[in-house]
């Protein structure tokens, strides 16, 4: 199958390592992809200050990316012939015209990993509201990484269930893997001696990295010798960096500041507990936690015992206690008592790791995904009709 894959991202986010690993995988398949992707920015402005003026020419500057997009997509599928046009859904509706125009010509399929009326209502306009509607309209098929987003997107009578499949988030079984010992790994970054309970993100709000100091704070007395790593990068990094100096535990948590992808796992390494504390009122208001994150995946590839919030399609990923364990993040008590319970038992520790290796390696790897994908491409041909 040959497949023109549109997308725009931003090579400093999540998101740029899933188009990556998706493309890799799909090709890995025997398939075609056509790459049309579109570098771009991290849009860090405030709308809500914009003058109407502003507001004008940002409307102005949408139509003409719209339609240069759609030009450049109609050349590229006129030269390559694809059987299939694959879209990464924009919340800012980045490809609404090629995917209105083009889906008479070519069987669309769009990729939803977000919606704005789930990440940010506030910001969801009737025309916003109106665009999905017409987009998942003139699409075949479409498929999103979580069960939330498909059910919120029946709810919103934006499609029916059978146009909508679930297909989760995966890792590089491959890149993510151990090749060499925690020990060796802490060595290596100065981490001797120390019991490494570690954390990768990029400081969202939802993340919880504020109950990782809590954490930190109540852990000083049972176990001495431990290190919080929190690996990455974000807005909100002074603010937690301010609360460990305000609490005094500069020498129980470390921020290694911006890290890229191909090093994350040199720091997965030397953690002997990795942690996803994600806030249980996450997107409380508009459905839930609804991502797959990734680092989830890389945590479970890399053997490491996963400490994650039951919440959203982290509860169906990992089996608690068997392949991790499921403690909502606000349970400083409960996670405590986690973590001391797995610096003690290393034998445990390791049966959870070894037990989440397996469990991603059969279901959540890319290309499992990337077989899912293709699946439903070839479902989107044979509803097709010019």
Sequence with gaps: MKVLYSYISVSSEGSKVHIDSFKKAFVSLGEEIIDMGIPGKPFTEDKASWSIWNKLM???????????????????ARKKRPDILLFRFQQGHGFFLPIMILSYIYPVVLEINAIRTIEDPSAASWISNLFDKW???RARKCFVVSQVIKEHIIGRGLADG?????????????????HCTPDEAKRRLGFENRFVAGFVGSFQPWHGVDNIVKLAESL?????????????DGRDRTVYEEMVKIKGLEKSVVFTGLISHDRVREYLAAMDVALAPH??????????????????????AMKKAVIAAPIGQIKEVIVDGESGMLIHSEDVLSLKNALVKLNNDKTYRELLGMNARQRVEKYYTWKVNAEKVLEVCYEAMGHFKR
């Design 135 to 137: 987009s998942l309209l």
């Design 162 to 178: 059978e146009k909508v499949t679930v297909i989760e988030n995966g890792v590089d079984v491959d890149l993510f893997r151990n």
């Design 279 to 300: 806030r249980s009122d996450s997107f409380i208001g508009s459905g839930g936690f609804h991502g797959s994150p990734l680092k989830i995946f890389e945590y479970m």
């Design 58 to 76: 940002a409307k102005i500057k949408w139509i003409r990316l719209n339609l240069y997009y759609l030009w450049r997509i109609f050349l590229m």
């Design 220 to 232: 000083k007395l049972e176990i001495p010798d431990i290190l919080f790593l929190i690996v990455g």
